[in-house]
């Protein structure tokens, strides 16, 4: 399974190799579900929702005047991505990037639209593994298309609010609901972070009371969630960067604000990773050391029983011998080798001791 | 204790995940205690100690003429802070960042107030970790607003001495009183460096004359702390570089030179955390090597005595024969005996001297 | 084999030391066959393909009014190359750089044209060693030449599409053909990246299962094989990014569009080597913590038997002794001596298991 | 001694932690001569040299149209310095960081005058660490005030040669005098700079010799004792590129091309301390190399004692056996085992040259 | 002799501290024979070649109207080198950096003239290490002085190619030759790289074959000489880029083109460089994994002989007991002993095979 998402995680474009600019190919893994369309028009005054929209209608949406948010959930069906592209004059590499979904975040300025690709996170409890997602943004003239490669459970709880009129995105434009969305997705990224930094102490009290085989390989593989996570939160950084200064008309002079408090949090996110990284680094470190200690011991174990036994079993040896030595046969030898022995075993215990060995 | 602490550091920004921005939640440690707010309100001429406040009084403070020192004692009872950030006009995105109590040191001009967060840091003598506190800072034309995470004991000093009448700061604008505050910040950073350094070298004396078990830890926890120092001094040392600029015309051309003067500071204060960052290195390289000679003296007194005893023992065994050797039950063949065991023995210790491993 | 390559890659400027500038030397493998030249002609409405052309009737393919490309399929023939130069009019200097192949990625623009070295990878899925070969191209008005050091497979599938009229090539002008060309190029990093990355998991399995004498190896070829890679990619990038700039009037509007997706994608890619080279990287821990592992579980046994026999053996002899000691030559002498050595490895046992050694 | 030294280094802010700015505190070791003042007026006509001049008696020299030199002995008297502050109308900051001994090298331009701070070198012999000394320069329209946190050793030569007219400075103008000073100070670095290089090939020579306990010590302090070098080098190059550039009026056009050529030997230093760090880092591989190599050889003895004595000695364990085995109480039992032994011992012997372990 | 090249390299820029600036002291090696000074005078028409010039003979060359080359041989005699710097106005601290053969490469651009230091290098076929020569060149208006330290081999085949007419730089100016003489420097750089990639792969192949006591030496040596490397190439880098940026008046447009050339040459030894020190690295890791397992293997053989030798020596003792035990003295006995020690042996034999140690 894991193999699998990170094989996923590639992106397969070595499928495109030879390929024409512009064939797009889906390069996910294939998800059998139809792709569905929803649409959110909505102004100050009013909302209306529409379900399971056919791409043939979108046009309507796009000259509206009031706000409209077209969610496309999937990307693997490339006709239809295609046709939605036609009905807004999207040029023919914003569909290639649409669908080929191992994208970095990125963001470019068509004149007429933004294009925006962004990833969004999540943490498999158990492997320890991040497993990203595509997520793409064309922003317009009071129409923004998002295109989500799997479930689009992250917008649920914004979209509801505005369908309830509660949000304060009804009175702004619809760089305002862009920022909401983005803002969604770096808060995930918070959500994410702190679930490393739990794991990460759990781990360190594993590494102190009892480092066996399983700790480098999960030091290892937090290591890795952390590559990860980084790949996708310094190029964000840059797209929200871009966002902020603001250089394309679409973007009003009073959103600017927001994308700046997003980009602090990604500067905030950048930081919290670096100092998990560093702490990965002393966990590390202390495991080795552990290892390193318990070897230490057990050779330490060694050594003090061989210097004991060994003179000891040399006197039994010497009083063994067929030869006519001092005490042969009588008690006065047992009584005489049984003092060497503990004399002997006594100094090597004392010169351990004097060496500061055990 | 210890790991709560951190815990709180670490700032909850996961409890806002999906909440729409703009929704102030304070993500410290909850404190029972009230928030109490007291202003100081001078000029050349006179000054007046307002204790305990209640927000809605604020506002003729705002416009008195003179400069008003509001400080806020605790952030976390978020509609209060509200009530007063209304008082001021502050912007939604400004109460949100100063309830957030895990926010990195930033500066966001606002055209008519500057918005600045700061940390404080302290360090627990004991367990030799860097707790973290948030202060904020907003400057408006003619007044400051200060609202600290825990006991305003950091400027109580400062605000008896213009109290008294005695500090510079009457004769001066609003400005310098950021500078006087920010100041106070910074040389309790040099405090704490100066704290780590006496704390360095004692542990390298350790390590010098019995490196033990918890040893590596202190390395570690030591590295630790000024991972955490770095975070707050770096981010720190662009807001006040921000400040020196003088972007804002709030900032007067002649409060320049003391933030020139605190940037020289945090310069040499980055200085001085990266050297004691090498010489932990050094300590850590010192720990390895001592271990690393402990266990090698370990082996070579478990060799000496393995190559001295072989032998002799053999020697022994040798004699314990039950066949026809020469000098069996003689005592010819003890004297050879000992002779070849006195042989073997000192030509050993002999190939020991000469390659230079004793 | 992999030897002759890797010296082959080193360029052999050497040879050059002392001559005159100006003087073109090949500085690869002396390839037997003859360097042939085939030329591809064409606009919206015609295409005409010229195979085995002479270099002296490339002149008329110059001024044709359509788009030329000149490949040229090998470069060990300075004279002809010189030819071909100079019915073009390029620099000695860019000779030079064509023959040389060693160059690494560039672009320099000569007012008139504008030279490009790029290289062109493939991977030797044997030994896992990246070898490399010289493309260089010069885009005139209307025309682009193709110089590469081996067979030009590359290039066949976009000639035979444009030469069967199915690419939007036909409609476009020179510089979208040096995009296409540039962009296969790319693409084909992407595949080359992908089997690293297969190699790599592949070899993770086997650090994990078998860690033995060729890992280490496999490891370091995999580093090796990644810095090969980056010193092409990273130059690739640098002139991918002044296309994109289109600083020449020979680059239009309207391909800097294309360009930059390459950009974005030699941007990805670089993104995919950092992540690779971090990931053999923990491949290379893996590896270093199973070995050590192995050589502390072979200690620990070694000291489990030498601390159980040798207390043991030690009671035997001293039951060897020729001295008057309790129970000689009789059964109790034999059933307290079967005891004590049962009660000595039983506690020895019992000691490793409280210490967790076991 | 050492110790204190370093503690001075560290300059002792944590003091002034709390006391308004502009307080000025001598932070270095308290030295119990009073301060001198020596003044050395000249132009190109005439020199006078002033000794012991009293603060109240420089303003005469401030303004006398020639170019005065005020050497200032020591900054611990805080009273006297802010005196002679007052005189030439320097700002508070400046007085208190000449009196805060613990500055790294900077520059700042008042207008009217610069203020510079810089660092002078020594080196111990004995224990190789390096301790520092707080330089500073006040350049004002036709005097310079130097203040030395020690005895001016330093500037006696360059103020004998003025005095005795042969120097090139009396022609030139007060900047030039401040050239003259602050290449005596980088040339100093080069002195211990070269003298660390001598130091680091004994050491090398040691660690090839003879590595013992007390050479990872030695490589250690030399690491400190470059660390410490940087952190006075590096910032002094940039004081120097400031001086170069010439942004102040008080630094004529005709000086810039000897600080150019000062921050030349500065860029030099910088290049020697970073050859020197990497030559440190190979000396501590070699080292580590050492070590390991003899712990290696130290076990393989073992080991081949072990192994060619623990099969003889078996054999002659089975000789000593009181059953009825072949050759008992025989000399062919005795001549057996003999021969039995030599071949266990010889082919043990053969079998670890196999392996070339010896 | 090693040592003594490696100290003439320092510089001894210690021999001036304390003297004032302008004082030309020369700083390598001492060497007797006197200094040469040869000029070639050509233009397009006619060559004139003259050997052992007066230094008060060559005011007549820099006014010639035609291109004239002085080559001077040698820089240890001071004197002579000022009064050729006084025949062409050079600047005091030129004629210092000349005879201070110790510096880095640099570029200082005096207006009339240029000044350029570069380095020389060689590598010491057996010891490896690299010997650095100082070049200095000094570019006028129609006169170029090039100033070496040791022996003018260098230049010999360009002087003799343009003395025989052959060479292109006939027709061009001055520049130009400058611009052959610094590409002969770094043409012979690679010359150097490509004998230390030879090195690198003996090295490897000695690595895997045999590692013995010299290996980290001369890897460790192969690290130095790149770093010695590194310091002449990159500064080297710096200056042909001041000189391709063409910002004097005396580099003509139509040379900035071979600058150029030169410039990518240095772009490409970096890279060539910076690739080798990977490679250096892979070969000390390798050659740490060897010395690893070697140890590793050692150990095995340790536990191996140990653990089946420990047992059954022990039933040899216990056979060799003074105590009635079952089979004493009998045959029984003998067969019985016999039996347990091989089902012991094979039993230590077979665990070690199920644990993979074998």
Request: proline share 4%; aromatic share 8%; hydrophobic share 45%.
């Amino acid at each position: 399974m894991t193999r699998r998402r990170r094989k996923a995680a590639r992106g397969h474009r070595a499928q495109k190799a030879g390929l024409p600019p512009g064939t797009p190919i889906y390069t996910g893994v294939e998800a059998g579900r139809p792709i569905r369309i929803s649409v959110l028009d909505y102004d100050a005054e009013a909302v209306s929702l529409h379900e399971d929209v056919r791409p043939e209608d979108l046009a309507r949406f796009r000259d509206s005047g009031r706000t409209s948010w077209i969610s496309v959930d999937g990307v693997h069906d490339v006709a239809l991505v295609q046709k939605i592209a036609e009905t807004f004059g999207l040029h023919p590499l914003v569909v290639e990037d649409i669908v080929n979904v191992g994208q970095r975040p990125k963001c470019d300025n068509y004149g007429d639209y933004v294009f925006i690709v962004s990833r969004n996170l999540s943490l498999d409890a158990e492997t320890g593994e991040i497993a990203t997602e595509q997520v793409a943004f064309v922003l317009g003239k009071g129409w923004l298309i998002t295109f989500e490669e799997h479930q689009p459970t992250l917008f649920g709880a914004i979209a509801s609010r505005i369908a309830q009129g509660q949000a304060q995105a009804r009175q702004k434009s619809v760089d305002y609901l862009l920022y909401r969305l983005l803002d969604t997705i770096v808060d995930n990224y918070f959500v994410i972070t702190e679930q490393l930094g739990i794991k990460l102490e759990e781990l360190e009290d594993r590494v102190v009371a009892n480092p066996g085989r399983g700790t480098i390989e999960s030091v290892l593989s937090m290591k890795r969630a952390l590559i990860e996570m980084r790949r996708s939160v310094w190029p964000m950084r840059e797209v929200i960067s871009w966002l902020e200064r603001g250089e394309s008309p679409l973007l009003r002079a009073d959103t600017r604000i927001y994308f700046r408090d997003i980009y602090d949090h990604t500067i905030q996110l950048i930081d919290m990773l670096e100092n998990l990284r560093d702490l990965v680094g002393t966990v590390h470190e202390l495991y080795l050391n552990a290892v390193n200690l318990r070897l230490s011991e057990v050779m330490k174990a060694l050594t003090l029983i061989s210097t004991i036994f060994m003179p000891i079993t040399f006197i039994a040896s010497v009083g063994g011998m067929n030869v006519l030595f001092p005490g042969k046969e009588q008690l006065s030898g047992w009584y005489g080798a049984l003092g060497l022995m503990g004399a002997a075993a006594l100094g090597m215990f004392l010169w351990f001791r004097t060496r500061r060995w055990l």
